[in-house]
């Protein structure tokens, strides 16, 4: 057995939000395809957790999402 890499995974492209619990520091980031599915996540988790848009991932890059906070 070796050791466990230590090289952070690549995220693939998408939109990204990062869903907590309410006053916690760790979330978890959710991927969605396209933005009509992230603003549905968006409003099912927003009740219950706290949620942070990230934004779009593209080439490896993130790119800020205009018109959602």
Do not use: C, H, W
Request: net charge positive; proline share 4%; aromatic share 4%.
């Amino acid at each position: 057995m070796g050791r466990p890499s230590t090289k952070p995974k690549d995220l693939r492209d998408g939109f990204y939000i990062e869903v907590r619990n309410k006053n916690q520091k760790n979330g978890v980031k959710i991927r969605r395809d396209t933005k009509e599915q992230l603003e549905i996540a968006i409003e099912e988790y927003k009740e219950s957790k706290d949620v942070i848009v990230l934004g779009q991932l593209k080439n490896g890059k993130m790119i800020e999402i205009p018109g959602l906070s």
